[in-house]
């Protein structure tokens, strides 16, 4: 079963304007990652937030953690057509069963 | 410095036919993860290498199987193909254990007819 959930599983949006998904997880985590995957190829490591942090930035990318709700967000500002892929969290939890459980999901199409 | 490495980029197999797909990881990685991306669908854990020993896996049945060689490269064999393992399978490789950040190959796209 997927440990995140990513809402909505589909987001199209001008270019230029800010995009948001969020992610929904199950259990306490260490981490949590956001991944980019183009047109179903590898994924592209963009941030990680630990735990303890609430709010990370990086370039355009912004991530908030809210580790009551169990909940994240990643916002892309200024969007541009190149930011066009899906985007998956990633949760890490070191309780035993190590490894990295992805959400399913969200496709975000810029329209130029 | 190259990437993770994956081949074959496409394998057409029939079912019940066994499948092998390899991973050379980033130069230094020790680490080596196995996903499998049905289409449409988010990456599901396969198994983790790490030193030459399996260190998890994933919720997947023991016709999933791989091992890591010593030079850190990775094999996944898939015996007995079913149709639902048509997917693209995904390698990752990372430095020591990977929590922080992994690195994708390009991925296997397996279809079974």
């Known amino acids: 079963s997927q440990q995140g959930e990513e809402d909505p599983q589909a987001l199209s949006i001008q270019e230029g304007e800010n995009a948001t998904m969020n992610c929904s997880y199950k259990?306490?985590?260490?981490?949590l990652q956001w991944y980019r995957q183009n047109s179903g190829r590898g994924l592209v490591h963009l941030i990680l937030?630990?735990?303890?942090?609430r709010e990370k930035h990086s370039g355009r990318l912004r991530v908030t953690l809210d580790t009551s709700k169990k909940s994240s967000s990643l916002l892309i500002t200024a969007s541009r057509a190149a930011d066009t892929a899906s985007y998956f969290c990633a949760t890490y939890a070191n309780f035993g069963n190590e490894k990295l459980t992805f959400g399913t999901g969200t496709r975000l199409t810029i329209i130029p | 410095e190259a990437g993770v490495t994956q081949s074959p980029t496409h394998l057409i197999k029939t079912r019940g036919q066994q499948a092998t797909l390899r991973c050379s990881p980033i130069?230094?990685?020790?680490?080596v993860y196995w996903y499998q991306q049905a289409l449409g669908l988010g990456l599901q854990f396969l198994l983790w290498y790490d030193e030459g020993e399996e260190r998890n896996r994933g919720n997947f049945p023991p016709r999933f199987s791989g091992r890591q060689f010593p030079n850190y490269s990775s094999e996944l064999n898939v015996n007995a193909l079913e149709l639902e393992d048509s997917a693209l399978y995904l390698c990752a490789s990372s430095l020591y254990t990977g929590w922080n950040e992994q690195f994708f190959g390009p991925g296997t796209r397996l279809t079974v007819l």
């Open positions: 259990t306490s985590i260490n981490n």
């Open positions: 130069s230094g990685h020790t680490s």
């Open positions: 937030i630990r735990s303890n942090e």
